[in-house]
């Protein structure tokens, strides 16, 4: 079974800090990583994947993740926060079921301190 | 290139009505997704089309939501009769058939059930 875990509901960071989020996952087969952001009243966007090769994975918007396998884990980090990046952050596992879909974590909302 | 459009983008009914949505996903993209996306969670899969055949419905109440992809282009989700907890974003999102991990997603209807 696939799942993921996202810590923290809710991240308050100020403008210009560091910006973690946290996801951690479960697979009984190689993953297939995501991060999404949604802004408010908008779909869903891609920001960045991981499928396979370099582990770290370089996005939209200046946001980066890092696939670590001994840690079960792809954490979501942006060296420099900006007041737009104020949304709320979905990770998500490909679901190789045979029918193939993503499942979510329950997100993350930013908010971003002036 | 024109993302995933999606209507209405806001309905409130009372319960025990009956809705209809409508999705039109990006050209050329074979697979379509239907999302339920309830206040706080994640978005969860609820049907999956392959052109016009389905792939995965088993998330789908079935006494009650009904879907359909008719000649394999634009899709409707619809509910009948709805219930409380049926208020939610309901998102549709396309990929193109080769890379099934790759969701593209639209604005997303949000429903109101009093």
């Known amino acids: 079974a696939q799942s993921v875990t996202q810590l923290g509901s809710h991240v308050s960071v100020s403008e210009g800090a560091l910006v973690l989020l946290r996801c951690n996952y479960s697979s009984s087969v190689p993953p297939y990583l995501f991060w999404y952001v949604q802004y408010p009243n908008q779909g869903l966007q891609l920001l960045l994947k991981y499928t396979t090769g370099a582990t770290l994975v370089k996005g939209i918007n200046g946001f980066e993740a890092e696939f670590k396998k001994s840690e079960t884990s792809f954490h979501l980090t942006k060296p420099s926060a900006h007041m737009s990046d104020a949304a709320e952050y979905f990770c998500a596992v490909f679901h190789q079921t045979g029918a193939n879909n993503l499942f979510f974590g329950t997100g993350t909302r930013l908010t971003v301190i002036p | 290139e024109a993302g995933v459009a999606q209507s209405p983008r806001y309905k409130i009914i009372e319960k025990r009505q009956s809705v209809a949505f409508w999705c039109n996903p990006i050209?050329?993209?074979?697979?379509l997704y239907w999302y339920q996306q309830i206040l706080g969670q994640g978005p969860k899969l609820l049907i999956q089309f392959q052109n016009n055949g389905v792939v995965d419905d088993s998330q789908l109440p079935k006494d009650r939501f009904s879907a359909e992809r008719l000649k394999g282009v634009d899709s409707t989700l619809k509910i009948q009769p709805a219930k409380l907890e049926d208020s939610a974003v309901y998102l549709c999102?396309?990929?193109?058939?080769?890379?099934?991990?790759?969701?593209?997603f639209g604005p997303g209807t949000r429903l109101t059930v009093l």
């Open positions: 050209s050329g993209h074979a697979t």
């Open positions: 999102a396309s990929s193109t058939q080769r890379v099934y991990n790759e969701q593209f």
